[in-house]
């Protein structure tokens, strides 16, 4: 492996350059799938991002600005692991980038919206989320998002950001055989984003009402656990890359959505919140891990969701780029240095080991990323 090149793009702050990490690799499906992910990839989304900067700060209302920049600024690699779809076979790797940074950046900005704007109100949080089935249905009338906010003149930032996302969903040849999976997972999502953004003394309730619903589709999973799924884009970024071949079958979409939704998902949203316990404790933030009875047991559910999602890749048209994924997401997540904080260090070790040596390679791999500033 080798530290080499120099990338330069546009911030709002000018001209910057940043180490990037290129992998001296024979183009095997993993590391071919990673070296494309870093060189290609990394830089286009880059670029998007730097685009809807540029518009949101010239918002007229301070606050949806600031909360745009803020959500962009932090939440960065959302939109950088989402887009490793863009590299899914048959798909238009720049255009497929372009509606997953796009749909990425109003989940993120949706969710500074409800949970850092000082703002705490049902009907106004399922409005704002209107944009994202609006998102994903390219022929229905917009609605108007922040109808019940108290903040509004963003200069269209979020308009302009289900436009985009519309105009990539209307190229995919094959969207009917999605559409409804699709738009079952983003309900799902605004769902969730709805009542865990609630009031502490209703939120729990709410979202032990609203899983309970759905547990016995979906047995051997606990509420929190199917919460967590419903909170992951990848889903529906999965859905989006298939939807590109023109031969897509019904009986491979629904192979992927049953790999998907609660496996991948609830592994994905699992990791996010199993490396943020701490963080999530000091700002009173809800955390789907602390309902586990301790490490111990979240290290036995992560594996058993790393164990499902893995067991359920072979039936499916591309196998090897699914793994990928799974493996990536354990790499990427157990190499912040937040999952080696206290005992979470042998609780990631553990998780780690019990992956394969390939996750291991990847997680040396994003370590590397990181010292680079690339992740």
């Known amino acids: 492996m080798l530290l ?31 070296y494309d992910f870093v060189g290609k990839v990394f830089p286009e989304v880059d670029r998007q991002l730097n685009r809807w900067i540029n518009l949101c700060i010239q918002a007229e209302d301070h606050e949806l600005s600031e ?5 962009i600024r932090f939440k960065k690699f959302h939109a950088q692991g989402g887009s490793a779809y863009a590299l899914y076979p048959k798909v238009n790797c720049f255009n497929a980038i372009d509606f997953i940074v796009s749909f990425q950046t109003i989940s993120d900005y949706l969710d500074n919206l409800c949970d850092r704007a000082g703002v705490c109100d049902e009907y106004s ?26 903040y509004k003149n963003d200069n269209s930032y ?29 309900q799902l999502y605004c769902d969730l984003q709805t009542y865990k953004h609630l009031s502490l003394d209703k939120r729990e309730r709410r979202l032990i009402s609203w899983a309970a619903k759905q547990l016995e ?5 606990s509420c929190w656990e199917f919460s967590a799924a419903s909170g992951s884009t990848l889903g529906v970024f999965a859905l989006y890359a298939a939807a590109c071949d023109p031969d897509l079958t019904s009986n491979e979409v629904a192979t992927i959505d049953a790999l998907y939704f609660p496996w991948i998902c609830g ?15 000091q700002m009173g933030d809800l955390n789907f891990t602390y309902y586990y009875e301790n490490l111990k047991q979240c290290e036995d559910r992560l594996l058993f969701f790393v164990e499902q999602s893995l067991s359920r890749c072979s039936g499916l048209k591309y196998p090897g780029f ?33 992956s394969g040596k390939k996750t291991e390679m990847y997680y040396n791999i994003c370590r590397l990323l990181r010292l680079a500033g690339a992740l």
């Open 217 to 221: 589709h979906y047995p051997g999973i």
């Open 125 to 150: 949080f399922r409005q704002l989320h209107l944009s994202m089935l609006d998102a994903i249905e390219p022929d229905t009338e917009k609605n108007d998002y922040y109808l019940l906010y108290p």
């Open 322 to 354: 699914h793994m990928t994924v799974i493996k990536g997401l354990l790499a990427m997540y157990l190499s912040d240095p937040k999952a080696s904080m206290g005992m979470n260090r042998l609780a990631s070790r553990n998780i780690l080991r019990s």
């Open 158 to 186: 979020l308009e302009s950001l289900v436009d985009e996302c519309r105009s990539r969903i209307k190229e995919l040849p094959s969207y009917r055989l999605v559409k409804n999976y699709i738009k079952n997972y983003v």
């Open 267 to 281: 592994l994905h949203i699992l990791l996010d919140y199993y490396i943020d316990a701490q963080e999530d404790l």
């Open 4 to 34: 080499s090149s120099v990338y330069f793009g546009d911030t709002t702050d000018g001209l910057y350059c940043r180490e990037v990490l290129i992998i001296e690799a024979s183009y095997k499906k993993g590391l071919g799938l990673i």
């Open 67 to 71: 909360q745009a920049l803020s959500s």
